[in-house]
């Protein structure tokens, strides 16, 4: 019991920068929005986060500055995106090359450095509760900030005004603005809020996961997952964090799999959660299929078993909308 | 739609550079480095001696076989960001065909170089289906296929192909000098290299240009759906257009381990799959201006080489301002969309 | 009252509005009739705040300004209800009803909802989404909604497309008692020249972008005819060719053929068709006529059942088999599913006809300009060539063989004299013994141009109507799920 609880403890750890940039990223793809410059956005924010707190010795100032270098990377892409009309997928491919290499360069000085992280924080009280207690008990603070994070995306999304205006501009833009929402400018808005959550995971990663700045950092690649977990979660909140944590745990299990199979180099566990990436993302697209659809009818009961498992994207994901164009 | 003048053009380009330059600058300076001699430096390094323009080609070799391979699925409309992977299956298949030999000669190159297009096609195919069939996009298909191609490579280095009692980053047992590309001179690119990517780059224009199966390509980019109704094939072609593009990249791979690195090694690849993507957006998927980007990114690959050594900076400045400049294109034609618009509206 | 002053909207070259004044008084239906194409929907979306004038002047309140934006236009109580509902189908009604609606809570928000479609005779489930709506209930919903913001001036364009008769005939009552009763403004765009003699106060003409005329009761419909089509009044429409007699073999036999799209199946299908047979299908959005449709071309799957072609068992429904076989689809959306946007014609017909690539400017000339009469560049790009340019393209790319003609609505956004140039080209195809079947969501086109005609319901085969028997009454009964012999029964 202990164990599983120290395990799961383990999972919430890894997973909550993961959960903070999936929690972003779907904020802004709700919206309309691709940001595919996440995985270079989390290595520029946490080079960010990391060289601020070292100067200031103040790990939550880091974590301000990483949440606006997030935003401030998304915003350039909303503006070229949203404002100038160019693809989204290329400025953000473009932009995740970029921003990898301006963390390298930038960071050059702090690489292998000492520097402050956000230590832990302690609940009282319930440290010796069985199976709490160590889960909750004592944990990094990215850990409650990515749980109540989840918490307060889905409240937002789905019990606000904002919430409706939101999911609106990224459903049917022209009928957005038909409605009197000024589209574009809600567009960068959740552009920059999604970027700023994205800034956050960054920080997590280089002031409490895996504190410290160097090349490698160690959350290479972690974007690209994070986009796949977006997919995966359906663009929901709550079910992109659960996928969030489904790949905190592949991440985990590798650490433990090296032990098991000591022959096989540690780098190549590392690349563990690609594959599964792209199975995750076969296995979704399964119920699209012919034969599959075929299979389903021929024996009713998987209907129901498999309602839920297609998902369907944002009607208007990664659409332009000129509204001076007209409707 | 108005077509803007030659002048005009020119302009566009000098605002492009100029703010490519500016935004070069400002980022440059968080890190303590003096902007102009930075870039003096930077340009020095790449073209200050005959060896050194050498380099610059051999790193033009790979950079602008991928390049121009990636116009193919571009032309479908489609990324192959998984470019990078298929360097480095070609690398693997590549080295792979050689361990049987000790030493040869172009009957083993060849063979090897064979090798090395069949691994990148493969590779490609495998991201092609995976988009044709299992719908999963191209983006995730073949960003991840690039990691697994690097699993593949760690593996086989500290694993199967791992050097007798070392096993490091260095990498595999270097190939016999037999079995290098044959070099220009002392200079460090090979006259196979250079003949490769210009046949390359010609195969590439006559396919796009000069052929039916171009124009079909292109329909499909347009619209697959009407490829269907027009019985165009769309899939067939799109997986096609995916290996050929594979199999310039495998070809970049082979020449990796033939002619530079003599081995395989975990960096075998060098991002050149990744710029080659930016070199495609920068030239607005056109085949002539190719080349030439490649040729500007070359040098700066080459030249920031120097940086570390001369100046204490990280050599990732010359990624930076490749990347600033693809940016500034972008930012500039979506200036210019925006000032023509206001333009029809008065 | 509105008055529009002189307003003009240029896209480029085209003038969609060229200098258009016209005033609205409240209590008044107006009707804005017009071919399609003559810039009817840009004048409304100027009048919605939708879209911005190039010049021009809107005067509301005695205020006058350039132009409105929708917060505008909802300000001074200006509605317009687009052909295609301008909604979020994926979200939950009751959200769709509160956007853009001053801040409420989700009670607040059911409970006026209910209360409106109370007292207007409508019913929804508030948490069910809009997408399981049909096209008429949506455009209900929209209409609710408006009348909730406080709009008094409502812009219906083209309404009727797409709903029953039966649904039409009650939103024209709604629409009747709100400008007789509570004193709204309401202004039906549409191309139907009957709507408009049956509900309008005045009649208001548009061609070519200009306001021709304003005419008010009594009406002389051949005036309005003139008016509103000009010289094109007077072209001929094809009859519908004669079945040969006896009967030859079927072209197109349906065994229990089960058809499954990416949304649903519709199972046991049994029809047949004989060579020079036009075939009408008439439905709802979404009832089974597009299945059916591109189940026969291959487009969507056929699990089970078997076709049979001239004679030719097929036992899968393989695309490209088919298309060898002399089937033909020519969808709807023309831009977005059949056409190369920026290919040229000549590429287009490079592509289509492989064997012609030596003589290609010769076969363009006798293909494509004289017996289409298409008049454009060859290397003009397809998404340069109007609606009905691009139709004639599509048609004169299927080869003179064809057999079966499938085709979604095929004149869709054509003023009437392309229009009426499709519908003699395919009745001459008939003619020389195809078999043409056709979608429209315009019961009349349907009810006009076929032998026989298959109403769907609820995803499945509802009636097969022979032409004697297809009056507009039976067919729009059909079409909402009343069974063949409870209509006999109803005309008893």
């Known amino acids: 019991m202990e164990i599983f609880a120290l395990t799961l403890a383990g999972i919430f750890m890894a997973g909550a920068p993961l959960v903070l940039a999936t929690l972003g990223e779907t904020l802004t793809e709700k919206a309309g929005i691709i940001n595919l410059s996440l995985d270079g956005s989390i290595l520029l924010s946490a080079m960010t986060a990391f060289a601020i707190s070292t100067t200031f010795d103040n790990p939550w100032l880091g974590v301000l500055g990483g949440m606006g270098v997030g935003a401030l990377i998304a915003g350039v892409l909303g503006i070229i995106g949203i404002y100038l009309g160019q693809s989204q997928l290329a400025v953000g491919f473009i932009l995740t090359l970029l921003c990898r290499d301006l963390a390298y360069f930038l960071g050059h000085s702090f690489s292998r450095q000492p520097g402050p ?26 850990v409650y900030l990515s749980l109540f994070a989840i918490f307060l995306c889905w409240w937002w999304m789905y019990r606000t005004e904002g919430g409706i205006r939101l999911r609106a501009v990224g459903e049917s833009p022209r009928a957005a603005f038909g409605r009197g929402i000024r589209v574009r400018l809600v567009r960068l808005c959740y552009c920059l809020a999604g970027g700023a959550l994205v800034g956050m995971a960054g920080a997590a990663y280089s002031l409490a996961v895996k504190p410290g700045w160097g090349r490698p950092q160690g959350c290479e690649g972690a974007g690209w997952i994070v986009l796949a977990i977006v997919i995966f979660g359906g663009w929901h909140p709550v079910r992109a964090a659960l996928g969030a944590f489904f790949f905190a745990a592949i991440q985990i299990s590798g650490i433990y799999l090296q032990d098991v199979f000591p022959s096989i180099p540690a780098p190549v566990f590392q690349v563990a959660p690609f594959p599964i990436m792209i199975l995750t993302l076969l296995a979704m697209n399964t119920g699209r299929m012919g034969w599959v659809q075929d299979f389903v009818r021929r024996y009713p009961f998987l209907k129901n078993a498999s309602k839920g498992w297609s998902v369907e994207a944002p009607a208007a994901l990664g659409e332009d909308f000129n509204p001076k164009k007209g409707l | 739609m108005k077509r803007d003048s030659f002048l005009e053009q020119i302009g566009w380009l000098g605002a492009a550079l100029g703010l490519a330059l500016l935004l070069t600058v400002l980022v440059a300076l968080p890190a303590g480095a003096p902007p102009f001699e930075t870039i003096y430096v930077l340009f020095k390094g790449g073209l200050s001696s005959i060896s050194k323009i050498g380099r610059v080609f051999s790193v033009w070799v790979p950079l602008t076989l991928c390049a121009v391979g990636l116009l193919l699925p571009f032309t479908a409309r489609l990324w192959n960001i998984g470019v990078e992977g298929q360097v480095i299956m070609g690398a693997i298949f590549c080295t792979a065909a050689l361990r049987p030999y000790d030493e040869g000669g172009m009957m083993q190159i060849a063979i090897a170089i064979g090798a090395g297009m069949l691994g990148g096609a493969l590779w490609a195919l495998l991201a092609g289906l995976l988009r044709v069939f299992g719908r999963v996009h191209e983006i995730f298909s ?205 | 009252m509105i008055v529009l002053k002189d307003i003009h909207k240029h896209y480029g070259r085209v003038r969609a509005n060229d200098g258009i004044s016209l005033t609205l008084e409240p209590g008044h239906i107006y009707a804005l009739v017009g071919e399609n ?37 909802r300000k001074y109580g200006v509605g317009m209800l687009y052909q295609d509902p301008l909604d979020f189908p994926a979200m939950p009604i009751w959200e769709n009803f509160q956007l853009g609606a001053p801040k409420r809570t989700k009670r607040e928000v059911i409970d006026i909802l209910g209360e409106l479609s109370y007292r207007l005779d409508a019913c929804f489930l508030p948490d069910e989404t809009v997408s399981s709506l049909t096209v008429g209930e949506r455009q209900l919903l929209e209409l609710l909604r408006l009348l909730d913001l406080g709009a008094t001036t409502l812009i219906l364009d083209e309404p009727t497309t797409g709903i029953t008769p039966e649904q039409k005939q009650d939103l024209f009552n709604l629409l009747m008692k709100l400008a007789r ?130 004679g030719k068992t097929f036992r899968s429904n393989d695309f490209n088999v088919l298309r060898r076989a002399g089937v033909h689809f020519v969808p709807a959306d023309r831009l977005g599913m059949a056409l190369f946007p920026a290919l040229s014609l000549m590429e287009h017909i490079t592509l289509t006809f492989p064997d012609h690539n030596d003589d290609l400017g010769e076969f363009y000339k006798s293909q494509c300009v004289e017996r289409f009469n298409l008049r454009a560049d060859p290397d003009t790009q397809a998404d340069e060539l109007s609606g009905g340019n691009q139709q004639r393209l599509l048609l004169s790319l299927i080869p003179d063989n064809a057999s079966l003609l499938l085709m979604e609505y095929p004149t869709r956004g054509l003023d009437a004299g392309s229009s009426r140039q499709v519908w003699n080209h395919l009745k001459d195809r008939c003619a020389k013994g195809a078999s043409l079947i056709f979608f429209s969501p315009d019961l009349d086109d349907v009810l006009e141009h076929s032998h026989r005609i298959i109403v769907f319901y609820d995803r499945a085969i509802a009636a097969v109507v022979d032409r004697k028997d297809a009056t507009m009454d039976v067919i729009g009964a059909l079409m909402a799920g009343k069974t063949l012999a409870e209509i006999k029964e109803g005309q008893q």
Request: hydrophobic share 45%; proline share 6%; glycine share 12%.
């Open chain 1, 117 to 142: 992280d956000l230590g832990m924080w302690t609940i009282p009280g319930i440290g010796d509760i069985t199976f709490i207690g160590p889960l909750f008990g004592s944990q990094s603070p990215v």
């Open chain 2, 142 to 346: 073949g960003l991840g296929l690039n990691f697994v191609a690097l699993g593949v490579t760690l593996w086989l280095i500290f694993g199967p192909w791992k050097r007798a009692g070392v096993a490091s980053m260095s990498g595999t047992q270097p190939i016999d000098i037999s079995l290098w590309l044959p070099k220009i001179g002392k200079l460090s690119v090979s006259w196979i290299g250079l003949a490769l990517t210009i046949t390359a780059i010609i195969a590439v224009y006559f396919l796009l240009h000069r052929t039916k199966w171009g124009l079909k390509l292109r329909a499909v980019g347009e619209n697959p759906k009407a490829a269907t109704l027009f019985a165009l094939g769309p899939r067939r072609r799109l997986l096609q257009a995916f290996m050929i593009c594979g199999a310039c990249a495998g070809l970049a791979g082979a020449t990796q381990v033939l002619g530079v690195y003599h081995r395989l090694l975990p960096a075998i690849s060098s991002n050149y799959g990744y710029t080659a993507l930016l070199v495609g957006m920068m030239a607005s998927y056109r085949l002539g201006l190719v080349p030439f980007i490649c040729l500007f990114f070359a040098i700066l690959n080459v030249g920031s080489i120097q940086l570390p050594l001369q100046m204490g900076l990280d050599s990732s400045l010359s990624g930076v301002i490749q990347g600033v400049m693809v940016l500034s294109v972008f930012i500039i034609q979506g200036v210019r969309m925006w000032v023509r618009e206001r333009e029809e509206v008065d």
């Open chain 3, 37 to 73: 194409g003559a810039g009817k929907s840009t004048l409304m979306r100027v009048l919605a705040g939708h879209t911005r004038p190039t010049s021009g002047q809107i005067g509301i309140n005695d205020k006058t300004i350039s132009h409105l934006t929708p917060k505008l236009a």
């Open chain 3, 181 to 310: 009763e509570e004193n709204h403004t309401i202004i039906l765009v549409t191309h139907k020249l009957s709507e408009a003699l049956e509900m309008a106060d005045s009649i208001l003409i548009m061609r070519q972008g200009a306001l021709v005329s304003t005419l008010t009761p009594p009406y002389d419909e051949n005036e309005l005819v003139s008016l509103m089509f000009g010289e094109a009044a007077k072209g001929v429409v094809s009859e519908l060719p004669e079945i040969p007699s006896p009967a030859p073999p079927p072209r197109l036999r349906m065994n229990d053929a089960l058809f499954a799209g990416p949304k649903y199946s519709m199972g046991s299908l049994n029809f047949t068709a004989r060579p020079g047979e036009c075939i009408g299908l008439a439905g709802l959005d979404g009832s089974g006529q597009e299945l059916f449709l591109r189940g026969l071309c291959g487009l969507d799957r056929m699990p089970g059942g078997t076709l049979e072609l001239n």
